[in-house]
């Protein structure tokens, strides 16, 4: 594997690398396999049922909607033929302000678990770079790393996410580095992305260095993480005159079976299964550097603006051979868009 100095734009969510090359995250080659969420349909969807007036009727592949007996496409209901409170971009903006209050959420939570394990560092170690050589693995030259026990004991990682605390000491204990928020890449398929932490350990077997490593990864989603595709059924609430106000989630789960698109086509698309495929992708970078993945550990910090829930863990299995098939559809892809520069 080619090494290369590699940067981040977070505005952008842009990696590049010192020869000019651009990357695509981890998160975007994803996105490029999932189903995009009909956001414009279900905002007029939203906008119609919130009325109480009409009996309705979706009709996705048609991109119509059946109002109380006729059938209008979703050009005509935005030019206004069918009469709502609120129209569909003021839904839209409604949908944005409660999504940037969960991303705001979940920021803070992230970011502070990444503070616990990095704030005790000086800031000569800080301004190092943050490189992945694993070439001088013995003497990585990663930005942030925990090498013993005592050093995790100087966070509050301990009293405040226990579990986290718990499984990051045992990985310690049997031998392992930690390393913070490692920023991991494929030179030939320009692909990279960020580990929350990435735990290595390396030993001498029949004489050979090997180089072993975990994957720790949290999440913040404010509904419990499902690995199966569906949906919680909604209901409205009302106001004391019976006008429908807020549309909210019940814990009724109603199945489904989407697929993710082709080379991914044979998984069925769940939060959790887009971070399986996630921690999956970032093994299988991880291993093109000659380590062997040991596992791949997700905590759920579920955060609710009424609750904060302990901490779940989860064990993922690999999806080894399903990224070889979307790092294979990538690189097919990039040999395309080269051939016509």
């Given at each position: 594997?080619?090494?290369?100095?590699?940067?981040?734009?977070?505005?952008?969510?842009?990696?590049?690398?010192?020869?000019?090359?651009?990357?695509?995250?981890?998160?975007?080659?994803?996105?490029?396999?999932?189903?995009?969420?009909?956001?414009?349909?279900?905002?007029?969807y939203r906008a119609l049922d919130q009325t109480g007036l009409y009996k309705l009727r979706p009709d996705?592949?048609?991109?119509?909607?059946?109002?109380?007996?006729?059938?209008?496409?979703?050009?005509?209901?935005?030019?206004?033929?069918?009469?709502?409170n609120k129209t569909p971009q003021q839904i839209t903006r409604e949908w944005k302000a409660i999504t940037q209050r969960s991303l705001d959420r979940g920021n803070k939570t992230h970011d502070y678990l990444e503070k616990c394990i990095n704030d005790f560092y000086g800031d000569d170690e800080k301004a190092t770079p943050n490189a992945f050589e694993?070439?001088?693995?013995?003497?990585?030259?990663?930005?942030?790393?925990?090498?013993?026990?005592?050093?995790?004991?100087?966070?509050?990682?301990?009293?405040?996410?226990?579990?986290?605390?718990?499984?990051?000491?045992?990985?310690?204990?049997?031998?392992?580095?930690?390393?913070?928020?490692?920023?991991?890449?494929?030179y030939d398929h320009k692909v990279s992305g960020t580990i929350d932490v990435l735990a290595v350990r390396?030993?001498?077997?029949?004489?050979?260095?090997?180089?072993?490593?975990?994957?720790?990864?949290?999440?913040?989603?404010?509904?419990?993480?499902?690995?199966?595709?569906?949906?919680?059924?909604?209901?409205?609430?009302?106001?004391?005159?019976?006008?429908?106000?807020?549309?909210?989630?019940?814990?009724?789960?109603?199945?489904?079976?989407?697929?993710?698109?082709?080379?991914?086509?044979?998984?069925?698309?769940?939060?959790?299964?887009g971070y399986r495929i996630q921690l999956s992708l970032y093994a299988y970078i991880c291993e093109l550097w000659g380590m062997e993945c040991q596992g791949l550990i997700l905590f759920h910090l579920r955060e609710t603006d009424e609750k904060v829930y302990p901490p779940k863990y989860y064990g993922l299995k690999y999806l080894k051979h399903e990224i070889e098939l979307l790092m294979d559809w990538k690189l097919q892809k990039q040999s395309y868009h080269e051939s016509f520069k």
């Open positions: 594997m080619r090494k290369v100095k590699l940067t981040f734009e977070p505005k952008e969510h842009k990696y590049s690398d010192d020869e000019g090359n651009v990357y695509t995250s981890v998160t975007t080659l994803i996105g490029q396999v999932t189903p995009d969420y009909p956001a414009r349909f279900w905002a007029m996705l592949e048609a991109n119509k909607i059946w109002v109380t007996g006729t059938w209008y496409t979703l050009d005509e209901l935005y030019a206004g033929v069918v009469k709502t694993l070439s001088d693995i013995a003497q990585p030259t990663f930005r942030f790393r925990i090498k013993s026990v005592d050093q995790l004991e100087n966070s509050p990682l301990k009293d405040s996410h226990a579990k986290v605390y718990e499984v990051l000491i045992k990985l310690l204990k049997a031998g392992y580095v930690l390393y913070a928020e490692k920023r991991i890449y494929s390396t030993k001498i077997v029949d004489g050979k260095l090997k180089r072993e490593f975990w994957i720790v990864d949290w999440k913040t989603n404010k509904d419990p993480l499902k690995f199966k595709p569906g949906y919680y059924k909604k209901k409205w609430l009302t106001d004391d005159h019976g006008n429908r106000t807020d549309k909210v989630k019940t814990d009724e789960w109603v199945d489904t079976d989407e697929r993710y698109h082709y080379p991914l086509h044979t998984l069925q698309v769940s939060k959790g299964m």
